[in-house]
């Protein structure tokens, strides 16, 4: 029987008789620098990447914003925050801004309960729920000019169908590309028929994530399903609900592709009286008809600016329910602990005055002053 030696691992060189340790061999020295090196190493292709396509554009859109910059002549002179000074008293830019709010709103709300319900239906047991839950997909996957070619021509004043069905209920026709709040409702129309679908399969996804013991729990516990949804659903899936919020507000504040799409008769992009463009439209407009990259790049970044201050109220708001349903679910707890300490007393109390020896003590009883463990 031959024995084979095991190779000996590399280890750091020891102090020799003297008491000086020995130089370090550049195997060593090579390691060390791999273990401290490496992790940046496979991180910074993200930051590179972000610094091209990201942070570069950002500082050269407010480096333009700060010039008299024309689309052909190129940079002009320094004029400082005048750009800024001209956008934010100019009526054109108020109303764009109106207009993206009214149509944030009509869309992503109405968006995000819709996504939910739906979630909450394709987490039952569906046959076919394969199938189901890919068909709720298919409308993102539809390009969106054809999106928009097909709400248009049923949101067509004349010959639209939907002013066709609305006329069985004695309804007069209703002009949605003329008028404000109509052309808002077909547009953010078309924004929630896109996206509902891939919103709910997110959220389908954190819904089966929740653990089904604790639904199995409080349904032999008498609860019903509004119940479940409203008391574990909701509650467990916070973190994905904060994140499809925070998207949606970003994508909602960036329209863009529907309404230039909606109505692209018409030369002044946004209707013929600006009744829905958003801001995103009125910086195109701006950039590459009125070819004054100055004041187009003032627009980007004041939008820049009211994106971020969206995305840190959602934010803070989060926290703040966050930090509330924590407090209340520590208050739950303990009044959950008294009431059953007190329960395990009387039922001591019923025992002895019955003349029943007491097996063991209440074992849920909390000594007065003692912090109650909470999970």
């Given amino acids: 029987?031959?024995?084979?030696?095991?190779?000996?691992?590399?280890?750091?060189?020891?102090?020799?008789?003297?008491?000086?340790?020995?130089?370090?061999?550049?195997?060593?020295?090579?390691?060390?620098?791999d273990?401290?090196?490496?992790?940046?190493?496979?991180?910074?292709?993200f930051f590179v990447l972000f610094g091209v396509v990201g942070?570069?554009?950002?500082?050269?859109?407010?480096?333009?914003?700060?010039?008299?910059?024309?689309?052909?002549?190129?940079?002009?002179?320094w004029i400082g925050f005048d750009n800024y000074a001209a956008e934010l008293n100019d009526p054109l830019f108020w109303n764009s801004l109106f207009n993206t709010m009214s149509i944030f709103l009509l869309?992503?709300?109405?968006?995000l309960i819709a996504a939910t319900f739906i979630a909450a239906v394709l987490d039952q047991n569906?046959?076919?729920?394969?199938?189901?839950?890919?068909?709720?997909?298919?409308?993102?996957?539809?390009?969106?000019?054809?999106?928009?070619l097909i709400f248009s021509n049923m949101f067509s004043e004349q010959n639209g169908m939907i002013n066709h069905l609305l006329s069985f209920v004695g309804v007069d026709p209703v002009m949605w590309k003329t008028?404000?709040?109509?052309?808002?409702?077909?547009?953010?129309?078309?924004v929630n028929w896109r996206w509902t679908g891939y919103n709910a399969l997110i959220l389908l996804a954190a819904m089966q994530s929740v653990p089904r013991d604790i639904h199995e729990s409080a349904a032999l516990d008498g609860a019903g399903f509004f119940r479940r949804f409203f008391s574990i659903t909701l509650p467990s899936i916070r973190p994905t609900m904060i994140f499809v919020i925070i998207t949606a507000t970003i994508g909602?504040?960036?329209?863009?592709?529907?309404?230039?799409?909606?109505?692209?008769?018409?030369?002044?992009?946004?209707?013929?009286?600006?009744?829905?463009?958003?801001?995103?439209?009125?910086?195109?407009?701006?950039?590459?008809?009125?070819q004054n990259f100055g004041k187009a790049s003032a627009v980007a970044f004041i939008l820049f600016i009211i994106i971020v201050a969206f995305g840190v109220l959602n934010f803070?708001?989060?926290?703040?329910?966050?930090?509330?349903?924590?407090?209340?679910?520590?208050?739950?707890?303990?009044r959950v602990l008294r009431r059953k300490a007190a329960a395990d007393r009387e039922a001591a109390l019923a025992s002895s005055a019955a003349g029943e020896p007491l097996d063991s003590p209440p074992s849920s009883t909390v000594p007065t002053g003692a912090k109650e463990p909470i999970s």
Avoid: C
């Fill in 316 to 334: 803070l708001i989060s926290q703040r329910i966050a930090t509330t349903d924590s407090r209340t679910d520590v208050k739950t707890a303990k």
């Fill in 55 to 77: 942070l570069f554009p950002l500082v050269y859109t407010f480096v333009v914003s700060l010039n008299k910059w024309n689309l052909l002549s190129g940079p002009g002179e």
């Fill in 179 to 190: 008028d404000v709040f109509p052309s808002h409702i077909a547009i953010a129309s078309m």
């Fill in 35 to 45: 273990v401290k090196l490496s992790p940046y190493l496979y991180i910074s292709p």
């Fill in 252 to 290: 909602g504040l960036q329209i863009f592709t529907e309404p230039r799409l909606y109505d692209a008769t018409t030369p002044t992009p946004g209707g013929a009286h600006r009744q829905f463009q958003t801001t995103v439209l009125y910086l195109w407009e701006m950039a590459f008809q009125r």
């Fill in 1 to 33: 029987m031959t024995l084979t030696r095991e190779p000996e691992l590399s280890s750091p060189p020891r102090p020799d008789r003297t008491g000086r340790k020995s130089a370090l061999t550049y195997k060593h020295r090579l390691s060390r620098l």
């Fill in 107 to 111: 869309s992503s709300i109405p968006q």
């Fill in 126 to 148: 569906l046959r076919a729920k394969t199938f189901w839950r890919m068909s709720v997909l298919i409308p993102y996957v539809v390009t969106p000019v054809a999106v928009a």
